[in-house]
C-alpha cells in the first residue's frame, strides 16, 4: 500500500510542474500533522492547537520571532523602567506588581469589550486544582489581581514571587461572561470544566475569540474553518477564510500540496526528512513554493517515565543515552542540519552550554553502554535480550501516529538498544490520544516528545517536583517524567528570581549539570521548524519558538 501511494504521489507532481497554478487570493489552506485535543488557551498542549488558538486569540504580550517581547492587548509592557512595575517587601517576603491596561478596543467576537475581568478569570481558572492548566506554576504565583474600580480595563497583577521574565507569565484570558458560570457549576469535578467548557461544547461561539480570527466550523477528523473576527480590534485580515486540515499521515502531504488540496504546510506539517527532499523538488522543477527553514527553541528528547522499575535506575538511563548514537542519526536523518541535543537548553538560551567542566556529556559508547548495563545487574540471556531476577528487558516506546520522523527514529532506537539487550515494543496512537491522555496521565514507559518554549525560559513546568501530573492536581503539569529534586526545586525558583543575568546564568548551569547527570529524559536532537508557503505569500516571518508565526496572520497576503 505504501508502495502505491508513493507512485501517486509521484504522479501528481509530473501533473503539476506541467499546469499553471496560482494560490487562491482570498482563501487559505494549511495542513497540520496532527488534530487537537482542544483549544482552550487555558489547557492545550499540543503545537496545532497553539497554531490555531494563535490565530483566534491573543495574548497581553507576545515574543516576536526574534525573540523580543512585544504588547499585544495591552497598551504597553510594564517595566521597572517604566515605573509601571516594581519590587516591593511585606512581612510575606518578596514580590512584584505590574500595572496593565487593556486597549480600549479590545473585544470579543459578540462585542463584549476585553477587560481585567477576562484576565481574573482566566487566573481564576487556571489556578484551580481540578483544571489540567499544563503550565500552573504561572498561575499559582499570581497573589492576587487587583482591578481599577474606575476603569476595567486597568489592573495591577501581584505575583508572589519576583519573576524576571514576569511579562511572558501573565495568565491567558478568558471570556468570563461565557466561561465563568460554566466553571462555578463544574469546579468540583475533575476535567469536569473542560468536557462542559465552551471551547468544547460550542466552539463556533464568536465571543470565545479576540484574535483576527474566530472559529466557524469544525469537522471532526478533517478541518477546523476560521473566518474574519468582525469585533477584531487590529488589522483587518487579508483572507476571507483560512482552513486548517488534518493530514495526520505525514507521508500524504506532499500529495496535497501537490494536488492544490491545500496551499501551504505549517510547521506542524512535514518532517524534516521529507522537507528536504520537497526543497530538492522544488528546486529541481520551479515548483511555486518556498521553503522556510528557521532554528527552534525546541528540545527533541525521548521522555522516560520515572516510575518504570527498569527505567528509576540511573544506570540504565545513562546506558541507553550511551547506546543512542545521536550524531549517526543526525547525519543519517536530517542531512546535519538538526544537531544532536545535550540537554534541554537549547542554542538560543543565554545559559546555553557544551563545555564538559559543566555539564556531562555522553558520547556514544556500545562498550560502555553494554558494560552499565551489567553492573545494573541486566544479564545477556541466549536469545539475545538481557534479563533480571527472571524479568526480561523490555520497554515499550509511544509515538503519535502517521509522524514519518518520530516512526523512523523509534525505529532507530529499537535496533540500537536491540544491540544492548533491551527489546523496544513499538506503540502509537493518534495525536488527541497521545497527548490529551497518554501523556497527560502518564500511561507511557517511554515517549518521544519535543519541546517548544520561548529562549530563556526557566523549565519551572517541566521540571519542578510540583508539575508532576496527577488525578489530585487535573493533570496539570509537564513534568511527565515524574522527576523530583529537591535542589533542582530550589534553583528552578532562584533563577526564575534572579534579575542580574550572570547569576541567573550560573544558577541555570547548576541545573544543566545536575540534569545531565540524573537524566530524568534522554537527549536526541535540537529542532529546527520548517514550512511551506506558496510563492508571494506576504508578511509571513516564521517562528522558532512557542509564540508561532500565526500571532501575525493579519498581516499575511498576496
Excluded at 465563568?180 to 470565545?208: C, D, M
Amino acid at each position: 500500500m505504501i508502495h502505491k501511494f508513493t507512485l501517486i504521489s509521484f504522479s501528481l507532481a509530473t501533473v503539476f510542474t506541467a499546469t499553471t497554478w496560482s494560490a487562491p487570493k482570498d482563501e487559505l489552506k494549511i495542513a497540520v500533522n496532527a488534530e487537537f485535543d482542544t483549544i482552550h488557551p487555558l489547557v492545550n498542549t499540543m503545537a496545532a492547537g497553539g497554531l490555531i488558538q494563535d490565530a483566534i486569540m491573543r495574548p497581553l504580550v507576545m515574543i516576536t520571532p526574534q525573540g523580543k517581547p512585544k504588547a499585544v492587548l495591552i497598551k504597553e509592557i510594564p517595566t521597572i523602567e517604566n515605573k509601571k512595575a516594581r519590587l516591593f517587601t511585606d512581612k510575606t517576603g518578596k514580590h512584584l506588581k505590574a500595572d496593565v491596561e487593556f486597549i480600549d478596543n479590545a473585544m470579543w467576537g459578540d462585542g463584549k469589550p476585553v477587560t481585567c475581568k477576562d484576565l481574573h478569570a482566566g487566573w481564576k481558572v487556571g489556578s484551580n486544582d481540578l483544571v489540567a492548566t499544563p503550565n500552573r506554576d504561572d498561575y499559582d504565583n499570581v497573589q492576587d489581581i487587583v482591578i481599577d474600580n474606575a476603569n476595567p480595563k486597568k489592573c495591577s497583577i501581584i505575583f508572589k514571587r519576583p519573576q524576571y521574565n514576569y511579562y511572558v507569565s501573565f495568565p491567558r484570558l478568558l471570556p468570563a461572561h461565557l466561561e465563568l458560570p460554566i466553571f462555578e457549576k463544574h469546579k468540583g469535578h475533575v476535567l469536569a470544566y473542560e468536557r462542559n467548557s465552551l471551547y468544547s461544547s460550542k466552539i463556533t461561539e464568536p465571543g470565545l475569540y479576540n484574535g483576527p480570527y474566530r472559529v466557524s466550523e469544525l469537522k471532526q477528523g478533517s478541518h477546523v474553518v476560521l473566518v474574519p473576527n468582525e469585533k477584531f480590534y487590529g488589522t483587518k485580515p487579508y483572507f476571507k477564510k483560512v482552513i486548517f486540515k488534518f493530514i495526520l499521515n505525514s507521508t500524504s502531504m506532499e500529495a496535497n500540496l501537490m494536488s492544490g488540496n491545500v496551499d501551504m504546510t505549517s510547521s506542524s506539517g512535514m518532517s524534516f526528512d521529507q522537507t528536504l527532499a520537497f526543497e530538492k523538488k522544488v528546486k529541481a522543477q520551479n515548483l511555486p513554493y518556498e521553503v522556510k527553514y528557521v532554528a527552534g527553541s525546541m528540545y527533541a528528547h525521548i521522555e522516560l517515565n520515572l516510575d518504570n522499575s527498569i527505567l528509576k535506575d540511573l544506570k540504565v538511563r545513562q546506558a541507553l543515552l550511551l547506546g543512542f548514537n545521536r550524531s549517526e542519526m543526525g547525519k543519517s536523518f536530517f542531512d546535519g542540519k538538526q544537531p544532536p541535543a545535550i540537554h534541554f537548553s537549547t542554542p538560543l538560551d543565554e545559559w546555553f552550554t557544551d563545555d564538559p567542566k559543566l555539564v556531562t556529556i555522553y558520547p556514544y559508547s556500545k562498550m560502555k553502554a553494554q558494560r552499565m548495563l551489567d553492573e545494573a545487574g541486566w544479564k545477556m540471556g541466549p536469545d539475545g535480550y538481557r534479563y533480571k531476577d527472571g524479568k526480561k528487558m523490555s520497554l515499550t516506546m509511544t509515538n503519535v501516529a502517521d509522524n514519518k520522523m518520530n516512526e523512523m527514529i523509534a525505529v532507530y532506537l529499537q535496533g540500537q538498544w536491540k544491540q544492548l539487550g533491551l527489546e523496544v515494543i513499538l506503540k502509537s496512537f493518534p495525536g488527541r490520544v497521545f497527548f490529551g491522555e497518554i501523556l497527560r496521565q502518564r500511561k507511557f514507559e517511554m515517549a518521544a516528545l519535543t519541546w517548544v518554549e520561548s529562549p530563556n525560559m526557566v523549565p519551572q513546568g517541566t521540571m519542578s517536583s510540583e508539575m508532576v501530573p496527577s488525578k489530585g492536581n487535573g493533570w496539570s503539569g509537564h513534568n511527565r517524567s515524574g522527576w523530583k529534586n529537591k535542589e533542582v526545586d530550589k534553583l528552578l525558583v532562584q533563577a526564575g528570581e534572579e534579575f542580574d543575568q550572570k547569576k541567573r546564568i550560573e544558577i541555570m548551569h547548576k541545573i544543566l549539570k545536575i540534569y545531565t547527570e540524573e537524566l530524568p529524559q534522554l537527549p536526541s536532537y535540537y529542532r529546527s521548524n520548517t514550512s511551506i508557503i506558496p510563492k508571494g505569500l506576504k508578511g509571513y516571518e516564521m517562528s522558532g519558538h512557542n509564540n508561532s508565526e500565526y500571532l501575525q496572520i493579519e498581516n499575511w497576503h498576496f
